[in-house]
C-alpha cells in the first residue's frame, strides 16, 4: 500500500511564528487532506487539496502531486494551533484514506 | 448541518468483556468509515461502508470485531471479546463523495481495556 511520512514529527513554536509541515506519499494520489487534531482529540478537517494551492485565513496549503509531497503552511501561529497535524491520501488505484504518522506542534504564548 | 455523531464519549471495561460504539453520519452521506487510532499515532482504518455494504474490511481483526450497516445509514461497531491492546478511540467518519471526497470525522469514542 501506499507510504505517508510526515514531517518533523515535532515542532516548537514561538506565538507568532510561521512553519512548514510537509508530508510525502510514494505512489500517485487522488486524494489528499489535512486535519487537525485538537487536544481534545477532535479531528478537524483543514484542506481537501489532491493538487494546487488553497488558503484559509492563517493557514495554506499546496500539493505538488507530480513530485508526491504537500506543504501545511501556518503563519504567526497562534497557541489554538497546537495539537497534531495529520496528511491522509488516497490512492489513485485504491479506496481508502491512509494517515501519515502526525506532525505535534506545540504553540508557547 | 449536523455532523458526525458518536456514542459512547468513553466506556472502561475488563478484558474478555464486549463493547458495542455507534455512529450516525451527516446526513446524505453514503459511505462511512472506522477509524482505530491508538495514542501517539496516526488513524487507521478497520472498515468502510458505502450505503449498507462493505467496500474494505481488510484491516478489521474478524475474529473479534464486528461492524454494521443495516439500513445505510447509522452504523455500529462491536468488539467481543476486548482484549488490553484494543484501548484506542474508534473514530467515525463519512462523506459524500466515495473514497476521494472530504472526509468529516466525529468526536470519537474512547476505549480503555483493563
Known amino acids: 500500500g501506499i507510504q505517508v511520512e510526515q514531517s518533523p514529527p515535532d515542532l516548537i513554536l514561538q506565538e507568532g511564528a510561521n512553519s512548514t509541515l510537509r508530508c510525502n506519499f510514494s505512489?500517485?494520489?487522488?486524494?489528499l487532506q489535512w486535519f487537525h487534531q485538537n487536544p481534545w482529540g477532535q479531528l478537524i478537517n483543514l484542506f481537501y487539496i489532491p493538487s494546487g494551492t488553497k488558503q484559509n485565513g492563517r493557514l495554506s496549503a499546496t500539493t505538488v502531486a507530480t513530485e508526491r509531497y504537500s506543504l501545511l503552511y501556518i503563519s504567526s501561529s497562534q497557541t489554538t494551533d497546537s495539537g497534531v497535524y495529520f496528511c491522509?491520501?488516497?490512492?489513485?488505484?485504491?479506496?481508502?484514506?491512509?494517515f501519515g504518522g502526525g506532525t505535534r506542534v506545540l504553540v508557547k504564548p | 448541518e449536523a455532523g458526525v455523531a458518536q456514542s459512547p464519549r468513553y466506556k472502561i471495561i475488563e478484558k474478555r468483556q464486549s463493547v458495542a460504539f455507534w455512529c450516525n453520519p451527516i446526513s446524505g452521506h453514503a459511505t462511512l468509515y472506522w477509524y482505530q487510532q491508538i495514542l501517539g499515532q496516526g488513524p487507521k482504518l478497520l472498515i468502510q461502508?458505502?450505503?449498507?455494504?462493505?467496500?474494505?474490511d481488510s484491516q478489521l481483526p474478524k475474529d473479534r470485531f464486528s461492524a454494521e450497516r443495516l439500513k445505510g445509514v447509522d452504523s455500529t461497531l462491536k468488539i467481543q471479546p476486548a482484549k488490553l491492546e484494543d484501548s484506542a478511540v474508534y473514530l467515525c467518519?463519512?462523506?459524500?463523495?466515495?473514497?476521494?471526497?472530504?472526509?468529516?470525522f466525529g468526536e470519537g469514542s474512547r476505549l480503555t481495556v483493563l
Open positions: 467518519a463519512s462523506t459524500s463523495g466515495g473514497y476521494t471526497g472530504e472526509l468529516f
Open positions: 491522509a491520501v488516497g490512492e489513485a488505484a485504491g479506496n481508502k484514506l491512509t
Open positions: 505512489d500517485s494520489v487522488n486524494n
Open positions: 461502508f458505502q450505503n449498507n455494504g462493505v467496500v474494505d
